[in-house]
């Protein structure tokens, strides 16, 4: 039975590990496009139908590149950094509940009872990937890139920690299986806590150094910005990082503030396909959907918005997230008070 176990839960890391990289992989392909269409231009089409393939050449391409390192790097830390990026960017899915349990089996690698401090820990870890890589490169560039990442990154993890407070309040728990199934049951959260997702989503693309956040990359200012010595899949390791964590973000959006796979009128849908694994793959399919419209927000917002000066970034951050996320919480404990939630 525990043998079983393990390899149901096995088979599913592998499925979460191939989803993650595959959809990071068409990602890139979904950005070139949707950059294409925003800039009246086709976009790839020339490798594969539709230029579908072009992932894979993107990805032969990369792994056929010259393997450079800096003369004067320190060329472990050089390795580290890319490896650490890629790491904690596969480890946050982990806690994501995909589906509901088909034949007692739950559709998620693990469900532990501090879900979202677990995403918090590895997210923070991801910023030490950036930072030693942008260091052990020896170039001024790449350093004055990975110190703007960190400071950035590590400003934004506080006012998106402090969003999800009022979450945890309102649930009574930090799974995310839990959160997901009490969305079942009434509203989404998002109608519940709007100014919590909307300063998650704000902070969400600060933490994936997504444009208008995107200053740890300014060409403009630091040539390619941290990675700007990499090459090779090293490079490739990075910006497929970014991918994933677009991915992480979709998914975690999705499950705290849009039900995950909950569906409107689930109960009519089950008594309707009576079988409990085709329930379970139309859920698995509608919260895959709103993670790709999560992506497709990411890519919309970075082709439609210009870039901010780093004391905006800051302040934002600082003087505007940061206190808007306290009167969340505040506000949040004196309605549940007023209700008679909490005594």
Known sequence: MLSSFLIIKFLLAIAVFAISLGVAAYATYGERKVAAFMQDRIGPDRAGPFGLLQPIAD????????????????????????????TT?????????????????ALQVTDINIGLLYVFGVVSIGVYGIMIGGWASNNKY???????????MISYEIAMGLSLISIVMITGTMSLGKIVEQQSLGYWNVFLQPLAFLIFLICSFAETNRAPFDLPECETELVGGYHTEYSSMKLGFYLFSEYVNMFNSGAIMASLFFGGYNLPFASYFAQM??????????????????????????MWVRWTLPRFRYDQLMTLGWKILLPLSILNIVATGIFMYMSGQIQ
């Not at 960017?89 to 089996?105: C, D, E, I, K, Q």
């Open 59 to 86: 990805g032969v391409k990369m792994f056929m590149k010259e393997d450079f390192v800096p003369a004067n790097s320190n060329k472990f830390l050089f390795v580290l950094g890319p490896s650490i990026a890629m």
């Open 89 to 105: 960017a596969l480890m946050t899915a982990v806690v994501v509940p995909w589906a509901s349990p088909v034949n007692g089996v």
């Open 142 to 152: 790449s350093l004055l890139g990975a110190l703007r990442a960190s400071s950035q």
């Open 273 to 298: 396909v009576g079988q409990n694994w085709i329930l379970s793959l139309i859920q698995f399919l509608f919260f895959f959907g709103k993670i790709l419209f999560f992506i497709f927000l990411f």
